[in-house]
């Protein structure tokens, strides 16, 4: 069964970096597309960034100061990351990553970034 672990968040003062990660045990390779999702208190849970194949795609609020990439290991595919540059209070939210392997969905279980202005 696959399973999801994001790790690397935290609390950070406005401007700061973070970088996340997010691994899949299970199954090393297969999936097509990885994002990065987020949540904050009371709100819908939106897209941050999506890497799929060769392309990337980011929210307009975080062009320019996120990046997202993935392994390229020859036989291993299964860890996301999303560096977070310039980061600013509305950025707080639990950040979820999510993996999409032949038409199945699977998401983490979150992980908190908190934003100090």
């Known amino acids: 069964q696959v399973q999801l672990v994001e790790s690397g968040g935290g609390l950070v003062q406005a401007g700061g970096s973070l970088r996340l990660s997010c691994a899949a045990s299970?199954?090393?390779?297969?999936?097509?597309?990885m994002g990065w999702y987020r949540q904050a208190p009371g709100k819908q849970r939106d897209l941050v960034a999506l890497?799929?194949?060769?392309?990337?795609?980011?929210?307009d609020s975080v062009k320019g100061r996120f990046t997202i990439s993935r392994d390229n290991a020859k036989n291993v595919k299964n860890t996301v990351y999303l560096q977070m540059n310039s980061l600013k209070p509305e950025d707080t939210a639990v950040y979820y990553c999510?993996?999409?392997?032949?038409?199945?969905?699977?998401w983490g279980r979150g992980t908190q970034v908190t934003v100090s202005s």
């Open positions: 999510r993996f999409v392997r032949y038409a199945t969905d699977y």
């Open positions: 299970g199954i090393s390779y297969g999936f097509h597309a």
């Open positions: 890497i799929s194949g060769g392309s990337t795609n980011y929210a």
